[in-house]
């Protein structure tokens, strides 16, 4: 199909071992062992990224495998298949990969415990968010161990595996699927005089170039700029591939295109929930000494008196002059279009203020006649002056301020933050002195 369509001489297994940029030659070798070479007058490399295995005692084990590609998803599959009354299987690794993989395992009747290093899942967004995601996944039956990361894998009697955690603790796992993390698949490149960054991603011009003209890099394997930082960073996402491909073939053809940078926009399914972001996260700005404000709200997916309406948590991060810098949304529904809508406006350069003005498309099943987005909006513009965070409020001085909680009786009996003195705000006039 390829070669008929567009004239495309497919050779799979065959893997690029060598460049030689001086005579414009790759070495090829077969999966007989059998070499030969190809020269070109472009080349782009697109080799992707491969799963990170650390030195960790027993992860050769043939039972302890990651997940690349089509032949890893079968050979999973068929292992899964196989397990017959053997139940246990543990992921390793809160990213996209592993929540995945969860999931489905979860989903296929098998139980599942999934083991994180970091304090929370999902690196992209920040601890109360992601928290939203963390309960469901526990209310499906997944067993999360945040903190935690593994030390070794031990072949128990059973033919089972002893996983053993670093703070000590260890538990049996008839199947472990390793979503760590993946790195660039760039080693063949160490002797090709290609420039390299510090984790040995390929370093580009604004064309997708190398420090040679002749050769370009696309994907997973390059080091790309933040959109919103305007750092270097490197973003594994199969969007800005695709879009890097055409920018390539334009380049190549004469049209002077550019890339302008990656926003990592973002979405993930996990179980009865959509996760979505864009841009940078609160950690990362803090990371950066990067000043910010953020606005949370709670607003429902459509208007709350038709149908199946159900809340949704959207959080923005921007500065003080109005400028985006991300935004996060977790729900049931309606979760990716209020991330795409604001990832546009980040694109096009708006600002806060653009959020509150945007006229989107409205009807009750669908929208509000203010749509989360114009609301976030208008919790932000409300930000840019003093307004109180939560920080603020954790480490206020009790004996110096109040509190005042203006919901009603039952919203507040529902819970409140301890010392809070309750008017509610039907009252508050009433009740001034």
Sequence with gaps: MM???FNIDVRVNNEAIKIDTTHKVVTIQRDNAETYEESYDYLILSPGATPVKPPIDGIDHPYVRTLRNIPDTDTLKQLVDDLGSKRD???????FIGIEMAEVLTERGLHVTLVEAASHLLKPFDSEMVKIVEQEMQERGVRLLLGESVSAFKETDEESLEVVLKSGTSYTADLVVLAIGVAPATGFLTTSGLTLGSKGHIVVNEHLQTNFDSIYAVGDAIEVVDFVSGRKTAIPLAGPANKQGRIVADHISGIQASYKGSQGTSVLKVFGLTAASTGINERTLKLNETPYKSAIVHPNSHAGYYPESTPLTLKLLFDESGTILGAQAIGKEGVDKRVDVIATVMRLGGRVSDLVELELSYAPPYSSAKDPVNMVGFVAENAISPLITVEEIRS?????????????????NNGHIPGAVHIPVDELRGRLN
């Design 3 to 5: 070669r008929m369509r």
């Design 89 to 95: 299987v543990t992921v390793v690794g809160g990213g």
């Design 396 to 412: 206020r001085n009790l004996e110096s301020t109040i509190l005042l909680d203006v919901r009603s009786k039952e919203e507040f």
